[in-house]
């Protein structure tokens, strides 16, 4: 079992930056590939990035790339999401997931092993 809890949403203005942080319970953190996704107000959630368990690959949707960097420190079993260059656009609940496989890209939600709960943010215009 592994617990995911997102934290560092909040409010910023467009072309401002925020680090998301995502927490992971349990001794085997560096088992999962790890994965940020967002939801906002009447969509779907969407894929935004992932990460091997050694951080040798990441991958990223289109809309994020070369604004958002995904990262991860597996001694602190947390992950990590930089996003800079924040657009209204990117307003959202941003959560993170957890997998025991690679996807070269995004796979049905219930293809991930846990979630978090969810942290806001909020960029305003």
């Known amino acids: 079992q592994v617990q995911l809890v997102e934290s560092g949403g909040g409010l910023v203005q467009a072309g401002g930056s925020l680090r998301l942080s995502c927490a992971a319970s349990?001794?085997?953190?560096?088992?999962?590939?790890m994965h940020w996704f967002r939801q906002a107000p009447g969509k779907e959630r969407e894929f935004v990035a992932g990460?091997?368990?050694?951080?040798?690959?990441?991958n990223y949707a289109d809309s994020v790339k070369g604004r958002f960097t995904i990262s991860r420190d597996n001694a602190k079993n947390t992950v990590y999401l930089q996003m800079n260059s924040l657009k209204p656009e990117d307003t959202a609940v941003y959560y993170c997931?957890?997998?025991?496989?690679?996807?070269?890209?995004?796979?049905?939600?219930?293809?991930?092993?846990?979630w978090g709960q969810g942290t806001q943010v909020t960029v305003s215009s």
């Open positions: 997931a957890s997998s025991y496989k690679w996807y070269g890209g995004p796979r049905p939600l219930n293809e991930y092993s846990y």
């Open positions: 349990g001794r085997t953190f560096s088992s999962y590939t």
């Open positions: 990460i091997s368990w050694s951080s040798t690959v990441t």
